[in-house]
């Protein structure tokens, strides 16, 4: 078993309800393979930094994927397929990373916009960003 | 590695003293004193290869041009190893939509 991480975009018109479908549909194809999602990430609907298939936003999913490889390969096949994907990115980790700041809520639907995040203490990197400084 | 090599006469170098000069070494030779640049350290040395990844908008902004390029390492001065992890970590920020490929905006909600 290997360790890997999907990120894909949903279209910006999809509802909560429609993203957390689709999400599901491919979680099973990871499950039917004999592979495990290790955790789940919903990142909101986003802003994206240019227009991907004449979408200005997406909703942003990310699985944490533990598994052969041949459930990844399933699942970027079915990925490549769905018109509602804009965007994915597939690719082998060592181990997991933690929750991001990216990161909102597990599911779409316990997401609601507008919701303040809870702004944490700064973190370790953060100090060290403040220090880093050179000419340019 | 000698970068600013300063001249110094026994008689000024008592009223002008600029030891505490950021960067530079005094050393001291027979008859005058130089100033040797030191050799500056990756910034990341704290921060570890896993943490630098696609996530991590704020760390990957603070290594972007104004113009969204990757500065390199020879200006920052970041270890080789980390460097190529940051520029990976850049590319794939870039796929997925999260900064812009030409400026230096990070997109937030």
Known sequence: MALYETVFIARQDLTAEDVDALANKLAKIVTDG???????????????????????????????????????????RVIGFNEDIIRSLTFAVE?????SEL???????????GKVTVKKEPSKIDLVLDQVQFES | MVAKVTKKNNKTSY????????????????????FIRKKKSC?????????INYKNLRLLNKFLSERGKIIP???????????KALANAIKRARHLALISPINKEVISN
């Open chain 2, 43 to 51: 910034p990341l040395r704290d921060i570890s290869i896993a943490e």
């Open chain 1, 34 to 76: 004999n592979g495990k999602i290790v955790s789940r990430e919903y990142w909101g609907l986003r802003n994206l930094a240019y227009k991907v298939k004449k979408n200005a936003r997406g909703h942003y999913v990310l699985f944490n994927i533990d598994s052969e490889y041949s459930a990844v390969a399933e699942l970027n």
């Open chain 1, 103 to 113: 990161f909102v809520s597990a599911n779409a639907k316990e997401f609601k916009a």
């Open chain 2, 73 to 83: 390492s020879r200006i920052t001065n970041v270890a080789v190893k980390k460097q």
């Open chain 1, 95 to 99: 181990s997991h990373s933690e929750e």
């Open chain 2, 15 to 34: 009223t002008n003293e600029n030891e505490g000069e950021e960067g530079y070494v005094k050393v001291s030779l027979v008859n005058q004193s130089v």
